[in-house]
């Protein structure tokens, strides 16, 4: 099926005039719903184009019309299991937010409250309906996309790290990885969340709009629906686009352009991408911003429904015309309707606590790799059959109209839900042939409307099977991930005196920083698909961030959300069981992990452990057995860690590594062709290798290099004696 996208015109402000409205609804014949924006050539007034839409709202359109109309049919589709998106689209200041958010009274509640409201009224009615055989959780995540920057809107703005959060696909979907998400009782809990969230938010006043949203904001509400051991998920997000602008008309500061030319950015990429998919390009440009990549629009499943505010007025003539233009292509996006699969819940990976009573973490899915199984038809069809009845106005909040009276006829609301087959799973439809416009008819040809065929449909989109080039390339990344990891985990020990605690922290940081910025940059830069271990060492940064900041109960979380990445690492253990002792979570005594001697200590960050990153899970070796084996490589073996000259054979092994040629250090005992290519790496990291300090003088640097070590040194040293 294709994007739904429907038009708002919002009312006249206050200091607005009737005679300045430019922009009106319109019906393609009588009696149908209104379907047509009207705007006038503003090269020729007296000509006038026609948009055409699935759907079209006018001036006097309330919030609860535009819910019962456009999302709460929908609603049943999200319980099936499919995810749905609504986003709301437009110049700024034309009612996004309104939409989206509204206000505070009942009546003036936007479409996401509702939707809450909707989702707990359901669970509460599926609950009751099974006798609390299936129940129904909901959980939120909240995060804005500013400056090209992704935040969580769930923490406060002093945790937010100058890189923002990062992002990566798995199965097909963008994950802003490491993103909080609060488990949501009611909607009262919803309201605090979110409000409190909203806080977070970036906003300022324009000329435009004396409260403009800065930033894209994207609530995800995950609802999760356990029936014994089977469990579907699905989930509806929300999103508020900042608002496009013209910065003559915004007289906007310097602060207010540079947000001015990342939101015009994005959306111009996203425009970009929906006249890509529109004409059927096999290249459509998602990942130039973050926006397009998390709204991978006609790449997301499920129903998706664009909203698309319009102001009346003149004064925004030209911009509409835009905006009209951009979302009127938006139509011919298709959408694959997947319903997401049932799983079996099976034992949780982890068996480490929780990070906080309602803090789970969004890559901890313990259901990833369950079996999916075709009893999700069975549910589907259940909840089908129960769900069979009409979609009530939402119950919460009641604003004063009669519920069941929408605003639009119901004829406009045909080509999405009540299509839905629930039992299908993989579900494709052509293009609704009533969307079909290719471009603005003039009135002096309103036959147009409804008469032209839709494009040809774009060939259904089948989940891209990974090939073999590209998984090297993710292999290739996944390590650059790990060095980098490793580096920033390990470069405070290793280039510093042996003085941690003099060490200025903000140092400290800001070197980890850049290291974590230009891992991202690297990472974001190849727009490559990882493994699940490449997520677990995001999140073993991402641990390493909040540690930096002195947010142990952040590291704490991001551990444990990388255990089960890394099972049973016993380095990772013992951090996790370090940070619970000093939060007051566990006793010292109960301590499973032996503590470290300084021995089998190789390299250590400042509160003297190894961070846990590469060294802790490449080379799971227990901690007893790694004890340095200084027998073979002594300071006396070859004098170099006496700093006196080196040995022949440490010298030749030090030519090699310093050569950066990959067939020799290839060459070198114990190194295969991915422990070659990272150490390359990491001595291209060092520096361009033309000056002396950036090579390595000694065995013992050579040992400090992650994922290096003292075995590996020691073989290469040895093989190397055998062929001298
Ligand atoms: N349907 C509506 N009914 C009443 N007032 C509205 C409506 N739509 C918008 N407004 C008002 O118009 C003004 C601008 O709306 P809003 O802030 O939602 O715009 P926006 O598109 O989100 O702007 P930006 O992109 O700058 O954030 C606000 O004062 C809002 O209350």
Redesign the pocket.
């Known amino acids: 099926m294709s994007v739904r996208v429907v038009a708002r015109i919002?009312?006249l402000?206050e200091k607005e005039l009737d005679k300045d409205v430019i922009v009106s609804a319109d019906r393609a014949q009588d009696g149908k719903p209104l379907s047509i924006v009207k705007i006038p050539n503003p090269k020729n007034e007296s000509e006038e184009f026609s948009f055409a839409f699935n759907s079209v709202y006018d001036r006097a359109t309330t919030q609860e019309e535009l819910f019962t109309s456009e999302v709460a049919p929908h609603m049943k589709a999200l319980f099936q299991g499919y995810d749905v998106t609504i986003f709301a689209y437009?110049v700024?200041?034309?009612?996004?937010?309104?939409t989206m958010r509204g206000g505070l009274k009942l009546a003036e509640r936007g479409v996401i409250p509702r939707l809450l409201s909707n989702v707990f009224r359901r669970g509460k009615k599926i609950a009751k309906e099974t006798n609390g055989e299936t129940t129904v959780a909901v959980a939120l995540s909240y995060y804005e996309i500013y400056n090209d920057k992704v935040y969580d809107l769930l923490e406060p703005p002093e945790k937010r790290t100058p890189s923002g959060i990062p992002l990566r696909e798995k199965d097909g979907k963008t994950i802003v990885v490491g993103l909080s998400e609060r488990s949501c009782e009611d909607l009262k809990d919803f309201e605090r969340l979110y409000i409190e969230a909203n806080n977070n938010r970036v906003t300022a006043a324009?000329k435009l709009?004396a409260?403009?949203?800065r930033s894209h904001a994207i609530l995800r509400v995950k609802v999760t629906q356990t029936t014994g051991d089977m469990v579907r998920e699905s989930t509806a997000s929300a999103i508020d686009l900042?608002?496009s602008e013209d910065n003559r008309r915004t007289d906007n500061g310097k602060e207010r352009l540079v947000e001015s030319a990342a939101i015009n950015k994005s959306l111009f990429v996203l425009s970009q991408c929906i006249d890509a998919i529109s004409r059927g390009d096999k290249r459509i440009p998602y990942r130039e911003s973050k926006m397009t990549r998390i709204l991978s629009l006609g790449q997301n499943n499920g129903i998706t429904i664009m909203i698309l505010?319009l102001a009346p007025i003149r004064s925004y003539h030209l911009d509409t015309i835009s905006s009209l233009n951009v979302s009127s292509r938006a139509k011919r996006i298709e959408v694959r309707e997947i319903e997401n699969e049932v799983v079996f819940k099976q034992p949780p990976r982890s068996t480490t606590g929780l990070g906080g009573p309602n803090v789970l973490r969004q890559p901890l899915r313990p259901l990833a790799n369950a079996h999916n199984v075709a009893t999700g038809v069975v549910l589907a069809a259940k909840a089908a059959e129960k769900a069979d009845k009409p979609a009530k106005a939402f119950m919460v909040y009641t604003d004063k109209k009669p519920a069941a009276a929408p605003a639009r006829p119901v004829a406009a609301l045909a080509n999405t839900s009540s299509k839905l087959q629930p039992p299908t799973i993989i579900t494709k439809r052509s293009s609704d042939v009533a969307d079909s416009l290719l471009r603005p008819s003039k009135l002096a040809r309103p036959t147009q409307i409804g008469l032209a065929r839709p494009p040809a449909a774009a060939p259904p989109k089948e989940p891209q099977l990974s090939i073999s080039a590209a998984q090297i390339e993710a292999m290739v990344e996944k390590k650059v991930a790990e060095i980098l990891a490793s580096r920033a985990a390990e470069i405070i020990p290793a280039v510093t005196t042996p003085e941690p605690a003099a060490q200025p922290k903000d140092e400290i940081s800001e070197e980890v920083k850049r290291r974590l910025e230009a891992l991202e940059r690297r990472i974001e830069k190849e727009s490559r698909g990882e493994d699940g271990r490449s997520e677990g060492l995001r999140l073993l940064l991402q641990a390493r961030q909040a540690k930096e900041r002195g947010d142990d109960e952040g590291a704490l979380r991001f551990y444990e959300s990388a255990l089960p990445y890394f099972p049973g690492q016993a380095k990772l253990l013992g951090k996790i069981e370090k940070l619970k002792i000093k939060l007051g979570r566990m006793a010292p005594e109960e301590r499973t992990t032996p503590r470290k001697t300084k021995k089998m200590m190789v390299l250590r960050d400042e509160d003297g452990e190894n961070d846990g990153t590469e060294a802790d899970v490449e080379d799971d070796v227990p901690l007893r057995q790694r004890k340095p084996s200084k027998k073979k490589i002594s300071k006396s073996s070859d004098g170099e860690d006496n700093m006196g000259p080196a040995s022949p054979k440490t010298q030749q092994l030090l030519d090699i590594v310093n050569s950066r040629d990959l067939a020799l250090i290839k060459g070198l005992h114990g190194f295969g062709a991915k422990k070659a290519q990272d150490l390359v790496d990491v001595l291209t990291l060092k520096g361009d290798g033309s000056d002396e300090v950036n090579k390595i003088a000694s065995l013992s640097q050579l040992r400090m290099l992650p994922g290096i070590g003292t075995r590996t040194v020691e073989r290469a040293y040895e093989g190397l004696a055998l062929e001298v």
């Open positions: 919002r009312p402000l437009g700024t200041g034309t009612g996004k937010t309104h324009t709009n409260h403009s949203s900042a608002g505010n």
